[in-house]
């Protein structure tokens, strides 16, 4: 069994922890927040998937960010939490199950509340932060987004990754 320090424990555990999705006072479903963040990136941006940028461990980074707020950190867990009871309540079947059109008009629907926007505008900027940040931060491998806006990073580069 590989040892595993802390730190590293910490970052895996954010984006895979159990999101237990209620239906009333009954237990509907389980899921990970790292398992709905992968769809639902890829429902906002499919360009990253086809791009091959990783925005998922993105969010892993972002979610162990020192300046990153834990109100911030939280709203994300309860957003994928929220995400998940809306497609319960509109399709009895949590999100990562439901078919492309039925996960868009989930989509809709929590955007026309005040969390559902603010929540996917949120996530939106993670995924363009992924997509057009510096490669030293694991993401935008191979330049790949700044290559699809035909983009020339800024000079100097970072030598290490400040996240």
């Given at each position: 069994?590989?040892?595993?320090?802390?730190?590293?424990?910490?970052?895996?555990?954010?984006?895979?922890?159990?999101?237990?999705?209620?239906?009333?006072?009954?237990?509907?479903?389980?899921?990970?927040?790292?398992?709905?963040?992968?769809?639902?990136?890829?429902?906002?941006?499919?360009?990253?998937?086809?791009?091959?940028?990783?925005?998922?461990?993105?969010?892993?980074?972002?979610?162990?960010?020192?300046?990153?707020?834990?109100?911030?950190?939280?709203?994300?867990?309860?957003?994928?939490?929220?995400?998940?009871?809306?497609?319960?309540?509109?399709?009895?079947?949590?999100?990562?199950?439901?078919?492309?059109?039925?996960?868009?008009?989930?989509?809709?629907?929590?955007?026309?509340?005040?969390?559902?926007?603010?929540?996917?505008?949120?996530?939106?900027?993670?995924?363009?932060?992924?997509?057009?940040?510096d490669?030293?931060?694991?993401?935008?491998k191979?330049?790949?987004?700044?290559?699809w806006?035909?983009?020339?990073?800024?000079?100097?580069?970072?030598?290490?990754?400040?996240?």
């Open positions: 069994m590989k040892n595993i320090n802390r730190r590293s424990f910490l970052k895996v555990g954010f984006l895979s922890s159990t999101v237990l999705i209620m239906n009333g006072c009954e237990l509907f479903g389980i899921t990970t927040s790292q398992e709905t963040i992968a769809v639902l990136q890829n429902d906002l941006f499919p360009k990253a998937e086809e791009l091959g940028i990783d925005t998922v461990s993105y969010m892993s980074i972002i979610s162990h960010h020192s300046r990153i707020s834990k109100s911030d950190k939280k709203f994300i867990k309860n957003g994928v939490k929220w995400l998940n009871e809306e497609a319960v309540e509109l399709y009895k079947k949590s999100y990562i199950n439901l078919p492309s059109q039925e996960r868009q008009s989930v989509l809709n629907s929590i955007v026309q509340t005040k969390w559902g926007s603010s929540w996917l505008d949120t996530m939106m900027r993670y995924i363009l932060e992924a997509s057009l940040g490669p030293i931060y694991g993401s935008n191979k330049e790949a987004g700044w290559k806006l035909s983009f020339e990073g800024g000079q100097p580069r970072p030598k290490k990754a400040f996240l």
